[in-house]
């Protein structure tokens, strides 16, 4: 009699666990992340030449673009990386140590800081986080630390996350959910 109802719970929990695992993917929405790359990239201009020599120390690492190339990456990977992107970006952008440049727009900063916390409430769906970029946040955070350097740290940042952001929403378009015919 017992082992029988026990032997029932355990069946129910295995059927849980199959409905679990078979819901549906998790997807970020691109429109969400376009928004997000259209405001950084309005921020400012082309990369500025003197703060060229601070590229060796900002390289917004290879394998994030590349691994996203090769079409075997699930999209759950994929969007992990996006995940830790802005939620870095996120921290950066919220500290009041280190403003921003004050040429950029406040508004359009605030705005992108608005997209930036609904993308990463989005990806609370996500099962496993990334660390892929943790070595390049952590340099480009000491150089927005140094006074001299941190104009073009910022610029740096900026620069890297609209060509991130643009490379994956138009390599993996189908890893979104997307309201809009959107297009890059
Ligand atoms: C971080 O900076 C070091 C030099 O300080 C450099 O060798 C390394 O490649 C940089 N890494 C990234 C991901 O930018
Ligand atoms: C989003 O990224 C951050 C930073 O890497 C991480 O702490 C968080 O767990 C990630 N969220 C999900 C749902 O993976």
């Known amino acids: 009699m017992m082992l029988s109802s026990v032997l029932l719970v355990v ?3 295995c059927s849980l666990q199959l409905i679990v695992v078979s ?3 998790c997807r970020l929405q691109g429109d969400l992340v376009k928004s997000a ?3 950084l ?3 400012g201009g082309a990369f500025p030449a003197r703060c060229l020599p601070y590229n060796a120390n900002i390289l917004f690492p290879r394998s994030a673009l590349s691994f996203t190339v ?3 990456m699930q999209c759950g990977q994929v969007l992990s990386v996006v995940n830790e992107s802005l939620w870095e970006a996120g921290k950066i952008f ?5 403003p921003f440049p004050a040429t ?3 508004q359009k900063v ?3 800081q608005g997209l930036q916390d609904r993308i990463v409430e989005g990806a609370s769906c996500l099962s496993g986080s990334s660390d892929v970029l943790t070595p390049y946040f952590s340099n480009v955070t000491e150089i927005l630390k140094q006074q001299e350097s941190a104009a073009c740290g910022w610029k740096a940042l900026r620069r890297d996350l609209v060509r991130f952001l643009k490379f994956t929403l138009q390599t993996h378009h189908t890893c979104f959910i997307w309201r809009s015919a959107n297009r890059l």
């Not at 919220?94 to 280190?98: L, N, S, T, V």
């Open 110 to 112: 605030a705005r992108f």
């Open 41 to 43: 990239k309005d921020l």
């Open 94 to 98: 919220e500290d009041p140590e280190g």
């Open 23 to 25: 819901r549906p993917t």
């Open 70 to 72: 090769a079409n075997h």
């Open 11 to 13: 069946l129910q929990l």
């Open 37 to 39: 790359h259209d405001l």
């Open 104 to 106: 950029w727009d406040e």
